[in-house]
């Protein structure tokens, strides 16, 4: 059973700074790209970041310079880095196995203003 844990998210100032995990478990980690997707209230769910298995990056517009994306197949984990964090930033993250679309049940952020 393909499980995903997404922790460290919670409440900050903007300017500051937050770095989510997703522990991921059930499949062959290494072999697999991830990615980083968030969902504000009363939007729809967008992509923040993707690493490949290789450990390329993408980035959307709205994150590059601030986020980064990071993987350490050890531990079968994926981050986002967080910084510089703005309330615009506040949404729900979620981390996603691309290419079999399993999700986790996702992290909340909130930067407060």
């Known amino acids: 059973q393909v499980q995903l844990v997404e922790s460290g998210g919670g409440l900050v100032q903007a300017g500051g700074s937050l770095r989510l995990s997703c522990a991921v478990s059930g499949i062959i980690f290494r072999d697999n790209a991830m990615g980083w997707y968030r969902q504000a209230p009363g939007k729809q769910r967008e992509l923040v970041a993707t690493?490949?298995?290789?450990?390329?990056?993408n980035y959307a517009d709205t994150g590059k310079g601030r986020f980064t994306i990071s993987r350490n197949n050890a531990k079968n984990t994926v981050y986002l880095q967080m910084n510089s964090l703005k309330p615009e930033d506040t949404a729900v993250y979620y981390c996603?196995?691309?290419?079999?679309?399993?999700w986790g049940q996702g992290t909340q952020v909130t930067v407060s203003s």
């Open positions: 690493i490949t298995r290789g450990g390329n990056t």
């Open positions: 996603k196995v691309i290419a079999v679309g399993y």
